[in-house]
C-alpha cells in the first residue's frame, strides 16, 4: 500500500520504523512519530466521522489538542476508549479505532437524514422538540439522542489499568515548552529555582518546530533541543512531555496529567497508564501559546477545511501534505508560511487573502516564489460533501459587505487563517481578571488573582523575538525573588521574517439568495443561524446564549469556536466584544479520563481496611466479613450449609444459653487523663459523673448542642484521674474531635488531656449465663464473683501472664465480661478464651448475633442514634441530670422536643409471629388509607428473637409512650409489604434487666 | 485545594483539615439562663457571610489542633491564623 499523500522526506518521524494500524477494519501503515490523524491523512483517509447533530461528514480541522472533528473510539491491549482525538493519539504498534456517530457506517450514515432535516433542529432543539409529551422522553426521545448522538462508547468492563497520584511541590511551573516556556524555564532553572516544565505533546518546543526562525545561530527546533537536553541534565529541573497541565485551582495548586502508556501498545509492567500531579508552585508562567481561530464561510465543516497552522504541521513534523491541490484563505500572514511550505515541496497553492494591499517581508517572500495570490478576496462556500472538491470564491468590497461574482477554483483542500486566538485557559481558571486586546481581537490575561503570569503567544506577543526577551526576564526575575540567586543567560540572536497587521475580518456574509450552513462550533454543529435564532428567542448573557445553543460546551471546549460567537454576538448586539465578554473557562482545559482522576483509590483501594489483631482466627473459622466503617468485622461464623438468618440465630442462642465471645476491638476508645478530667466528662455527657468511684464504669450518653444523641459508651474510672471513655465504632473520630474542640476552645482552662486508644487495644465481649465460669478459669487469681466483681465494676486480670482489663458491661442484656488487652496479645487473649470455653460450649457470634442480641433487649445503637433522635425518643431521658448543666441541655427544652405526643422507641411484633419486618418500613394506621398515607414512625431494627422464637423490631414511632398494645401496620412499598402488627414494650427481653446483674 | 498555616506546623493543604464553622460564635456560659432567642443564635443562626470570615479548622491529620483562620469567602484567600488560645483581633 502507497501513501499517496506523504512526501518523500522530511518531518520529524522516523521512516526506519513502519508501524501497521487499524481504522475502520482496514488495515494502514504510518510511521514512528506519527499520530493517528497524521498517519490517516498520509493513507488518504480524510473522512473519519459524522458530526454530533446534523451528522455530516468530517474531516480533520487541526493538529492537536483544538481538534474539534477527529474523535475515534480506540482499542487497546483488549480494552476500548471513546472520545480520543485522532490529532493527539501517537500511532503505536497495533492500533485500533473506529469512527463515532457513525450509524451503520461512516460512509453512509442514517442519522445525516438530520442533515436534511435541518429545518427541524434549530438552537435549542433538544428542549424545543423533545420536551413534550414528558411521557414520550424514556422510551423515545432518549434512547433516539442517545443512539444518534455522543463522542462513543464507554467500556462497562472493569478498568485493568493502574493510575497513580502524585504530589509535587516547585518554586515554578511553566506550562508548555513553547520559545516562552523554555526561555523562562532555562533562566530560573539557572538561578537554582525547582522548576516544572510541562508539554502537552510528545515533542518539546511548540512553534519552534514549524516556524523558519533561527535563534543564536541555530534553526528553531536545534535550539529548543538544545535548551531541553541542557535542563533535562540539572537536578533542580523535572521536564515532562505527554503532560497536559488542564487545572488551576486555589492557592496555586494546578492539576496535570501525565500520559505515560496511552503511545504505546500496551502498559508496561509496574507501569501506571497515568498519572495525575497535583503540585503547588509557589509560581506559574503560562507558556500555553495560541490557537489559530478560523474564518466563517458557507460550508465552513466540509472535510478538507482546516486551520492552515494544522496543514504547516502536517508537512513539517510528519511530512504529509493535507492536500495537493491547496487554497489558503487568510486575513493575516500566517496563511503565506502555509503556503510558502507547500510550494517549497512542489504544490502550487492559492493564496485568497482579504487584505487589499498587504505588505510584509513574509508576503514578498511568496510573491518571490510566484504563488499565486488574490487580494480582498474570500471563499464563500466549500463545495463538495464528503471533501473540498472545490471554493466557490468572490472578491469582496472594502467595506467588506458586498461580494463580486462568484468564480469556482479547484481545490482539495482549503487552508483557514483567522488570526490567533491567546489560549487562557489556565489563567482564566486562576482567577485572573482577563482584558480584550483590540489588536488581536482576542482577551488576554490581565490583572492576577494568583501568583501567575502569562507569557508570549498566551499572553498576545506574537513575535519570538518580543516573546523570548520577556520569557528570560519573567524567568529570571521570579526564580531570583525566590532563590536570592541570579545566574543571567546572555540573550540570543532571534531572526525572524516580519509581519505586517491582520484584518479583522471573519466572517463571509452570504450571497444573496444562498443558505449555506456556516459554522461556528464543529464539534456541536453550531452554526451562525443558530445564534441568530438565540437572540431573537430573547436571550441576551452570553453564557445563556452559550446553554442555549451549545456553543463551546462540547468536549473541545470551544477552542476554535467561542470568539467568532462573541463577534457575532457583539455584531448583532451592536456591542463591542469586551461588553459581551466571555464565558467562565473551567477545567479540565481537555477531557481527563476518569480512572486518572480516581487514581488508585478504586475498590478495596478506596479506603483503608483496618483489621483487629484476631482478624486471622476469624478467617480460618469461616467468619464472613461486614464493613463497618473502615473496619472488617466478622458478621457470622458459617457451619456446614448454614446461612446468615441460621448461623446468627445459633449464634445468638448460644449466647442467652451458654456463652459467646465477641471481637469488639474496633471499638472507640479514648483515654482521658487530668485532675479535670472527672469535670469534662459531668459537661459532655448528660448524666452525673463527678462521683464515679475508682474501679466502676458508667454508661453515658452525649449530645450535640441542638440535643440530638451524638453518641453513647461506658467510661471507666481507672485511678484518680485516668479514665477509658468507650465510643461505638462509627462515631470513635467524631467524638474525639468534639472532646478536642471543647477543651481547647471553650474549655481551656479544664486541665484534661484526651487521646485514642482504639487500635491500642483488643478487646472480647464474653457473654452469657456460664461466662462467669468462663471467667474463673481464665482469671484464677482474680475473684470476678459478683461480689469481687459485681455490674459495672472494673479490675485488672492476669491472663495467663498477660496483663489485662476486665469490665463487666454488657451490650448483649446477659451477664457478660469485656475484656481488654494490649492488641498484640490480642490473638493470644481471643485462643485462650475459646480454648478455656470449649467445656461450656464457647461459640464467637458476629455482628449479626451481636444484633440481635441488643434489639431484643431494647438496647439503642447506630439506627436508633442517626442524627435525628433526642435522648426522650430512645427512652434514654432517665438519664438527663437535672442537677447539671452539659452540652445540649438547654435545647431539649425547645417546644418539639418536649412535646407531650413526642415520637418514643416501642417494639413491633407482627401479628402472625412468622412475617420478618423489613428495616426501614413506616408504621401507619390504616394500611388503605389514600396517600400519602400518614406516617407515625419508622422500623430503626429488625431481628428474630431467639428468646421468643419470633420476628423483633424495634422502631421510632409518634406517641410511642401511649402506642402499647396497639395494632398497626407495617408498610414497606419498596418490598411490597403490608404486615398487620401489635406495638409492645421496647424491653422485650428481660425488662427489668436483671440477667446483666445476675 | 486550600493551603492552610497552621500555626504549630507551618503550610499544609487542605486535605488535612476539616473545617469547623463561624469561629466568632461564643458557646454560652454552662449554668446560665439564657432565652430561647439567644440560644437558637449560638446553635443555629449564622451569618454565611461574603469577603472576610473567621472561621475555626482543626488540623485533623496533623497536630489535631483547632486553629483560627481569616479567609475570604469568596476569593479563598487566607489573610491570617490563630491558635486556638488566641484572640482575633
Ligand atoms: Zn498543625
Known amino acids: 500500500m502507497t501513501q499517496s499523500f506523504r512526501l518523500e522526506s522530511g518531518g520529524l518521524i522516523n521512516r526506519d520504523k513502519k508501524i501497521s494500524f487499524k481504522f475502520n477494519g482496514k488495515n494502514y501503515f504510518g510511521y514512528e512519530g506519527d499520530t493517528l490523524a497524521s498517519a490517516l491523512i498520509a493513507n488518504g483517509v480524510h473522512l473519519i466521522g459524522r458530526s454530533f447533530k446534523y451528522h455530516r461528514p468530517r474531516g480533520f480541522f487541526g493538529a492537536g489538542v483544538d481538534e474539534p472533528y477527529a474523535i475515534v473510539q480506540l482499542y487497546r491491549n483488549g480494552e476500548t476508549e471513546p472520545n480520543i482525538k485522532a490529532t493527539e493519539q501517537e500511532l503505536f504498534e497495533g492500533l485500533e479505532a473506529k469512527s463515532v456517530n457513525c450509524w451503520p457506517s461512516v460512509n453512509f450514515d442514517v442519522g445525516a437524514i438530520n442533515n436534511f432535516l435541518k429545518i427541524f433542529l434549530p438552537a435549542g432543539f433538544y428542549y424545543k422538540t423533545f420536551m413534550w409529551p414528558k411521557s414520550f422522553w424514556y422510551k423515545i426521545y432518549e434512547p433516539f439522542i442517545r443512539r444518534a448522538a455522543g463522542l462513543g462508547t464507554a467500556s462497562i468492563k472493569h478498568d485493568k489499568e493502574r493510575y497513580e497520584h502524585k504530589y509535587e511541590y516547585c518554586d515554578l511551573l511553566i506550562t508548555g515548552s513553547g520559545p516562552s516556556g523554555l526561555a523562562s524555564a532555562y533562566s530560573a532553572a539557572k538561578n537554582g529555582a525547582k522548576v516544572i516544565l510541562a508539554e502537552d505533546k510528545s515533542r518539546f518546543g511548540g512553534t519552534l518546530l514549524t516556524s523558519e526562525v533561527n535563534i543564536g545561530n541555530q534553526s528553531g527546533k536545534e535550539w529548543a533541543d538544545s535548551i531541553i537536553s541542557e535542563l533535562k541534565e540539572m537536578p533542580n529541573v523535572t521536564v515532562k512531555n505527554r503532560s497536559q497541565v488542564f487545572g488551576y485551582y486555589d492557592h496555586n495548586m494546578l492539576v496535570m496529567s501525565e500520559r505515560i502508556s496511552d503511545h504505546l501498545p500496551k502498559t508496561k509492567k509496574f507501569h501506571p497508564k497515568q498519572r495525575l500531579w497535583y503540585i503547588r508552585a509557589k509560581e506559574v508562567l503560562i507558556s500555553s501559546g495560541s490557537i489559530e481561530r478560523p474564518i466563517v464561510f458557507g460550508n465552513n465543516d466540509t472535510p478538507g477545511v482546516m486551520l492552515s497552522s494544522a496543514a504547516k504541521e502536517y508537512l513539517k513534523v510528519y511530512g504529509v501534505l493535507v492536500g495537493k491541490k491547496p487554497l489558503v484563505f487568510t486575513?493575516?500572514?500566517?496563511?503565506?508560511?502555509?503556503?510558502?511550505?507547500?510550494?517549497?515541496?512542489?504544490?502550487?497553492?492559492?493564496?485568497?487573502?482579504?487584505?487589499?494591499?498587504?505588505?510584509?517581508?513574509?508576503?514578498?517572500?511568496?510573491?518571490?516564489?510566484?504563488?499565486?495570490?488574490?487580494?480582498?478576496?474570500?471563499?464563500?462556500?466549500?463545495?463538495?460533501?464528503?471533501?473540498?472538491?472545490?471554493?466557490?470564491?468572490?472578491?469582496?468590497?472594502?467595506?467588506?459587505?458586498?461580494?463580486?461574482?462568484?468564480?469556482?477554483?479547484?481545490?482539495?483542500?482549503?487552508?483557514?487563517?483567522?488570526?490567533?486566538?491567546?489560549?487562557?485557559?489556565?489563567?482564566?481558571?486562576?482567577?485572573?481578571?482577563?482584558?480584550?486586546?483590540?489588536?488581536?481581537?482576542?482577551?488576554?490575561?490581565?490583572?492576577?488573582?494568583?501568583?501567575?503570569?502569562?507569557?508570549?503567544?498566551?499572553?498576545?506577543?506574537?513575535?519570538?523575538?518580543?516573546?523570548?526577551?520577556?520569557?528570560?526576564?519573567?524567568?529570571?526575575?521570579?526564580?531570583?525573588?525566590?532563590?536570592?540567586?541570579?545566574?543571567?543567560?546572555?540573550?540570543?540572536?532571534?531572526?525572524?521574517?516580519?509581519?505586517?497587521?491582520?484584518?479583522?475580518?471573519?466572517?463571509?456574509?452570504?450571497?444573496?439568495?444562498k443558505s449555506y450552513k456556516r459554522f461556528l462550533d464543529f464539534q456541536n454543529d453550531v452554526a451562525v443561524s443558530d445564534i441568530e435564532i438565540a437572540l431573537k428567542e430573547g436571550y441576551r448573557s452570553i453564557e445563556h446564549v452559550k446553554r442555549y445553543t451549545t456553543l463551546g460546551m462540547a468536549t473541545d471546549q470551544g477552542k476554535t469556536s467561542n470568539l467568532n460567537g462573541l463577534q457575532l454576538v457583539s455584531k448583532i448586539e451592536n456591542k463591542v466584544v469586551p461588553a459581551v465578554g466571555h464565558t467562565t473557562f473551567r477545567p479540565p482545559y481537555s477531557p481527563v479520563s476518569i480512572g486518572a482522576i480516581v487514581g488508585r483509590e478504586i475498590g478495596k483501594h478506596s479506603k483503608p481496611t483496618r483489621k483487629s489483631p484476631i482478624h486471622s482466627w476469624h478467617e480460618k473459622n469461616n467468619a464472613v466479613f461486614v464493613d463497618a466503617g473502615v473496619w472488617l468485622r466478622p458478621r457470622y461464623y458459617k457451619r456446614g450449609e448454614e446461612n446468615l438468618f441460621e448461623a446468627s440465630k445459633r449464634e445468638a442462642k448460644n449466647v442467652r444459653t451458654n456463652v459467646g465471645v465477641c471481637d469488639v476491638t474496633t471499638l472507640g476508645k479514648i483515654d482521658i487523663k487530668g485532675p479535670d478530667a472527672a469535670e469534662l466528662l459531668n459537661r459532655v455527657y448528660t448524666n452525673a459523673w463527678l462521683k464515679l468511684p475508682v474501679g466502676k464504669a458508667r454508661y453515658g450518653v452525649m449530645l450535640r448542642e441542638d440535643g440530638i444523641v451524638m453518641d453513647d459508651g461506658t467510661t471507666t474510672r481507672i485511678s484518680e484521674n485516668h479514665y477509658h471513655m468507650t465510643t461505638t465504632t462509627a462515631q470513635a473520630a467524631n467524638v474525639l474531635s468534639h472532646l478536642e474542640y471543647y477543651l481547647q476552645l471553650v474549655w481551656p482552662e479544664l486541665n484534661v488531656?484526651?487521646?485514642?486508644?482504639?487500635?491500642?487495644?483488643?478487646?472480647?465481649?464474653?457473654?452469657?449465663?456460664?461466662?462467669?465460669?468462663?471467667?474463673?478459669?481464665?482469671?484464677?487469681?482474680?475473684?470476678?464473683?459478683?461480689?469481687?466483681?459485681?455490674?459495672?465494676?472494673?479490675?485488672?486480670?492476669?491472663?495467663?501472664?498477660?496483663?489485662?482489663?476486665?469490665?463487666?458491661?454488657?451490650?448483649?442484656g446477659e451477664l457478660a465480661y469485656e475484656v481488654n488487652v494490649e492488641s498484640?496479645?490480642?490473638?493470644?487473649?481471643?485462643?485462650?478464651?475459646?480454648?478455656?470455653?470449649?467445656?461450656?460450649?464457647?461459640?464467637?457470634?458476629?455482628?449479626?448475633?451481636?444484633?440481635?442480641?441488643?434489639?431484643?433487649?431494647?438496647?439503642?445503637?447506630?439506627?436508633?442514634?442517626?442524627?435525628?433522635?433526642?435522648?426522650?425518643?430512645?427512652?434514654?431521658?432517665?438519664?438527663?441530670?437535672?442537677?447539671?448543666?452539659?452540652?445540649?441541655?438547654?435545647?431539649?427544652?425547645?417546644?418539639?422536643?418536649?412535646?407531650?405526643?413526642?415520637?418514643?422507641?416501642?417494639?413491633?411484633?407482627?401479628?402472625?409471629?412468622?412475617?420478618?419486618?423489613?428495616?426501614?418500613?413506616?408504621?401507619?394506621?390504616?394500611?388503605?388509607?389514600?396517600?400519602?398515607?400518614?406516617?407515625?414512625?419508622?422500623?430503626?431494627?429488625?431481628?428474630?428473637?431467639?428468646?421468643?422464637?419470633?420476628?423483633?423490631?424495634?422502631?421510632?414511632?409518634?406517641?410511642?409512650?401511649?402506642?402499647?398494645?396497639?395494632?398497626?401496620?407495617?408498610?414497606?412499598?419498596l418490598k411490597n409489604k403490608v404486615i398487620p402488627v401489635e406495638i409492645v414494650s421496647s424491653h422485650y427481653v428481660d425488662p427489668k434487666g436483671e440477667r446483666v446483674r445476675s | 485545594m486550600l493551603h492552610i498555616k497552621c500555626p504549630h506546623c507551618g503550610l499544609r493543604s487542605q486535605n488535612e483539615f476539616s473545617y469547623g464553622g463561624d469561629a466568632t460564635v461564643k458557646r454560652p456560659e454552662l449554668g446560665k439562663e439564657i432565652s430561647d432567642k439567644d440560644w437558637d443564635n449560638f446553635v443555629y443562626n449564622r451569618k454565611s457571610l461574603r469577603g472576610k470570615h473567621w472561621e475555626l479548622w482543626q488540623h485533623l491529620s496533623g497536630c489535631r489542633q483547632w486553629i483560627k483562620v481569616q479567609r475570604d469567602t469568596a476569593t479563598h484567600e487566607i489573610f491570617k491564623t490563630l491558635k486556638a488560645n488566641e484572640e482575633i483581633s
Not at chain 1, 472545490?390 to 482539495?412: Q, R
Not at chain 1, 472480647?764 to 459495672?792: C, H, Q, W, Y
Open chain 1, 824 to 973: 498484640d496479645n490480642g490473638y493470644f487473649m481471643w485462643e485462650k478464651i475459646i480454648e478455656a470455653g470449649e467445656e461450656f460450649g464457647i461459640q464467637p457470634y458476629g455482628t449479626e448475633a451481636l444484633s440481635t442480641l441488643r434489639i431484643e433487649m431494647g438496647h439503642v445503637a447506630g439506627s436508633e442514634l442517626d442524627g435525628r433522635t433526642i435522648p426522650y425518643d430512645n427512652s434514654l431521658e432517665g438519664l438527663l441530670s437535672k442537677k447539671k448543666d452539659f452540652i445540649g441541655k438547654r435545647s431539649l427544652s425547645r417546644k418539639a422536643f418536649a412535646a407531650e405526643d413526642r415520637q418514643k422507641i416501642v417494639g413491633v411484633v407482627p401479628l402472625d409471629k412468622k412475617t420478618s419486618i423489613p428495616e426501614g418500613s413506616h408504621l401507619v394506621k390504616d394500611s388503605n388509607a389514600p396517600l400519602p398515607n400518614p406516617k407515625l414512625g419508622y422500623i430503626s431494627a429488625s431481628c428474630w428473637s431467639v428468646e421468643y422464637d419470633n420476628p423483633f423490631s424495634l422502631a421510632i414511632l409518634k406517641d410511642g409512650k401511649n402506642m402499647i398494645g396497639e395494632k398497626l401496620f407495617v408498610m414497606s412499598p
Open chain 1, 331 to 513: 486575513n493575516n500572514d500566517s496563511g503565506y508560511e502555509t503556503a510558502i511550505e507547500f510550494k517549497k515541496n512542489g504544490i502550487d497553492p492559492i493564496i485568497l487573502d482579504t487584505r487589499k494591499e498587504p505588505k510584509s517581508e513574509i508576503i514578498e517572500e511568496a510573491q518571490n516564489m510566484n504563488i499565486n495570490i488574490k487580494n480582498s478576496y474570500v471563499v464563500v462556500a466549500a463545495q463538495g460533501y464528503k471533501k473540498v472538491k472545490s471554493a466557490d470564491v468572490a472578491k469582496i468590497s472594502d467595506n467588506k459587505e458586498e461580494l463580486g461574482s462568484i468564480e469556482n477554483i479547484e481545490c482539495d483542500c482549503i487552508c483557514v487563517s483567522g488570526f490567533w486566538t491567546p489560549t487562557i485557559h489556565l489563567a482564566s481558571q486562576s482567577g485572573n481578571k482577563t482584558k480584550f486586546n483590540e489588536d488581536i481581537d482576542a482577551f488576554v490575561p490581565s490583572i492576577s488573582k494568583q501568583n501567575e503570569k502569562t507569557l508570549g503567544a498566551a499572553n498576545g506577543i506574537y513575535t519570538l523575538e518580543e516573546t523570548l526577551k520577556d520569557s528570560f526576564e519573567k524567568g529570571n526575575l521570579l526564580s531570583k525573588k525566590i532563590t536570592n540567586n541570579e545566574n543571567k543567560v546572555s540573550f540570543p540572536n532571534v531572526v525572524e521574517k516580519k509581519s505586517t497587521v491582520h484584518d479583522k475580518f471573519w466572517c463571509v456574509p452570504l450571497p444573496k439568495g
Open chain 1, 753 to 812: 488531656n484526651v487521646v485514642s486508644t482504639t487500635e491500642q487495644w483488643a478487646g472480647a465481649a464474653i457473654a452469657g449465663p456460664k461466662s462467669r465460669e468462663l471467667l474463673k478459669k481464665l482469671f484464677p487469681k482474680s475473684d470476678v464473683t459478683n461480689e469481687g466483681l459485681p455490674f459495672m465494676g472494673y479490675m485488672e486480670g492476669d491472663l495467663f501472664g498477660v496483663k489485662a482489663k476486665i469490665f463487666r458491661i454488657s451490650f448483649s
